[in-house]
């Protein structure tokens, strides 16, 4: 059977205001769908892996964090190992409640938000997004978000995170037919006519094979680069430079 050619159109939750009725719902949806997908555990347990500085705050970027809410239950599950962090969630909409953030610094997490659009952030220079005390991240994290992207646009985000932080993971949708059999079924646990119809757009804009590690730019460095399908539904990228970066 051939491959599900890759198909990048608008989402309906993004064309929808931050205080839309029922891009609110579709958002509380989108929490049942992590549980679903397993995104928590499939990011807590790749983030565990990675050998980050100690002695020191660590400083941590989600881009198109949404809610905050997926990176809250990773923080809980990773507060024991990571007990200061500060975190940037980045999003174009601001979605982030004061009772979140008041959950990240109850677990020792400092967090704060940035509304911007991802791409004048990858468009800008390094240093801006850093707090002027240096470029880089020690890691930027993405669930759900890479696939809004055509490959052009995702080439450059690439090439500006990689030149920003030394360890990278997306969590995405799985470009499969069974993952969009099951797209088609999510009305089962619920989800609004918006999360419907996301979700279907969301498996034909995802990834299979090594699609994400091709766009990853050739910077010099050498980087490990790991992607694969993992749990019923995604498909996980990571990337983390070896030696000093
Ligand atoms: C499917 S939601 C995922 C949210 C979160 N990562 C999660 O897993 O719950 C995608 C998010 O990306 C944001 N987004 C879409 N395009 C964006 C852009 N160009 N720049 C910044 N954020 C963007 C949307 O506002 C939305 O919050």
Known sequence: MKPLPRIVQAETLDGLAEDDP????????????????????????ILRAWALPRGRALRVLELGAGDGSLMLRVARALAPRWPRVELTLLDRQALVGPATLRRYASLGWTATTSRTDVLDW?????????????????????????????????AGLLRAVAARCDHFVACEPRRARSAL???????????????????????????????????????????????????AFSHC?????????
């Not at 240096?134 to 890479?146: E, M, Q, S, T, Y």
């Not at 006519?193 to 804009?205: F, G, I, M, N, P």
């Not at 990228?237 to 970066?245: K, L, M, S």
């Open 22 to 45: 029922d891009a609110m719902r579709s958002r509380r949806d989108l929490r049942r769908v992590h549980r679903v997908m397993g995104s928590c555990s499939m990011l807590s347990r």
């Open 122 to 154: 990858a468009a800008a220079e390094p240093r801006a997004d850093a707090g002027g005390s240096g470029p880089r991240w020690d890691a930027i994290v993405a669930n759900l978000f890479l696939h809004h992207f055509p490959e052009r646009e995702l």
């Open 181 to 231: 059999v099951a797209s088609h079924l999510i009305g089962a646990i619920g989800a609004n006519a918006v999360t419907r119809e996301d979700a279907v757009l969301s498996v034909h804009a995802g990834f299979r094979g090594r699609e994400l590690s091709a766009l990853w730019p050739a910077d010099g460095s050498a980087w490990t680069l790991r992607e694969r399908p993992a749990g």
């Open 237 to 245: 990228f990571h990337a983390v430079r070896e030696g000093p970066g």
